[in-house]
C-alpha cells in the first residue's frame, strides 16, 4: 500500500475515475449489476426471462469455494439457464479514428498452478554438493521460463483477426504474427499472450539459512494453456523438465465458444444503441474467470 498514491481502500474519486482495490476487477461490474437489479425492483420491472444473480468468492484462487463448488453440489440452481455473463468483456478498442470495435469474450485458457520440487542432498554450504537441490530447481526454472511454446491459432483467435482485417485492412500473417499484432497498441499484449501457451515462473522456496544445503527445493509456475492444447502442453512440460522434477498442480480446463446467438445479437444491439457506429468481436481471455465452472454446466 505504501506505493500507491491513492489509499487502496479510499475509493476516492479522483479526475472522474474511482481509485481503489478492485475498482476495475472487478467492483466497476458488482456495481453496475446491484444498480440493474435495484432499477428492475423499485420500478417494478419483469424481465422477459428470468435472470439468476450469483455472487461469489475466491475466483481469484480459482473458485474451489464459490463458482466451482456451486457447480459441483448446486446445479439445479441454474435450471433453465441457457447463457452465463461473467467478467472482462465489453470494453471499446479504437482500431482507427473511426473504427471502433466492442470485445466479447468466447475463450479462456486454462490455467494450471503449478509446483515443481526438486530433491537433492542435504550438507553444509562450505562442502562441494554436485547434487545440490537449488541448483537443480534453478535449471529447471530457468529451462521453462524462458522457453517459447509454439505458435497456435485457435478459432476464437482467427476471427478476431478476420474480423480486424475486415474493419482495417491489417493482415496478420502467420510467418510474422508477432509484428502483427504489435500494431493493436495498447491491446497487444493482450492479444500476444492468446497466440501460445505460457509457463511463467512466479515463486521461489528453498532453504532456511545461509550455510545450510537443502535436501529440498520447490518453485511455483503460472502456466496457462490455449483451448485444445493440453495434451501437446503436458508432453512439452515433459520433455522441458525430465522425469525427475516433481509435479504437483491445481489446474482449471480451458474453455471456449462460438460467437453467435441470441446473446451475442442481444450485446451487439445494447452496444449500438449506444454507440451506433460500433463493431463487436470475439476475443480469448488469457486469465481466467468463474465461467471455468459454468462453462460445465453445459
Known amino acids: 500500500a505504501s506505493e500507491w498514491s491513492v489509499h487502496p481502500f479510499s475509493g476516492a474519486i479522483r479526475d472522474g475515475y474511482v481509485w481503489g482495490r478492485g475498482a476495475v476487477d472487478m467492483k466497476d461490474m458488482l456495481g453496475m449489476t446491484l444498480a440493474l437489479a435495484r432499477h428492475y ?83 553444509h554450504g562450505s562442502m562441494i554438493n554436485h547434487d545440490n537441490a537449488v541448483t537443480k530447481l534453478a535449471e529447471a526454472v530457468a529451462t521453462l521460463g524462458n522457453h517459447q511454446f509454439p505458435l497456435v491459432l485457435t478459432d476464437t483467435v482467427r476471427e478476431f483477426f478476420a474480423g480486424i482485417t475486415d474493419l482495417t485492412g491489417l493482415e496478420f500473417p502467420e510467418d510474422d504474427l508477432d509484428g502483427a499484432v504489435a500494431k493493436l497498441g495498447n491491446i497487444a499484449r493482450v492479444v500476444g499472450a492468446t497466440l501460445r501457451d505460457t509457463a511463467t515462473p512466479t515463486m521461489l522456496d528453498a532453504g532456511y539459512k545461509a ?75 488469457s486469465g481466467g474467470t468463474d465461467a471455468k465452472a459454468f462453462d460445465k454446466l453445459g
Open 41 to 123: 425492483k423499485r420500478n417494478g420491472i419483469v424481465p422477459p426471462r428470468e435472470l439468476i444473480f450469483a455472487f461469489l468468492a475466491d475466483e481469484e484462487a480459482g473458485g474451489q469455494y464459490g463458482a466451482q463448488w456451486l457447480v459441483a453440489n448446486r446445479p439445479e440452481l441454474f435450471d433453465g439457464a441457457t447463457e452465463a455473463i461473467s467478467e472482462v468483456g465489453g470494453f471499446s478498442l479504437t482500431l482507427t479514428e473511426d473504427v471502433r470495435t466492442y470485445l466479447i469474450e468466447t475463450a479462456e485458457k486454462g490455467i494450471r498452478w503449478m509446483k515443481l520440487r526438486v530433491r537433492g542432498t542435504a550438507g
Open 211 to 285: 550455510n545450510v544445503i537443502p535436501s529440498v527445493a520447490e518453485a511455483t509456475v503460472d502456466c496457462r494453456i490455449l483451448p485444445g492444447r493440453m495434451a501437446a502442453f503436458n508432453a512439452e512440460l515433459d520433455e522441458l523438465l525430465g522425469p525427475d522434477i516433481e509435479r504437483e498442480w491445481l489446474e482449471l480446463e480451458p474453455v471456449e465458444t462460438t460467437f453467435d446467438g441470441p446473446l451475442v445479437d442481444a450485446m451487439t444491439a445494447a452496444v449500438r444503441a449506444e454507440d451506433p457506429d460500433a463493431h463487436t468481436l470475439p476475443y480469448m481471455l
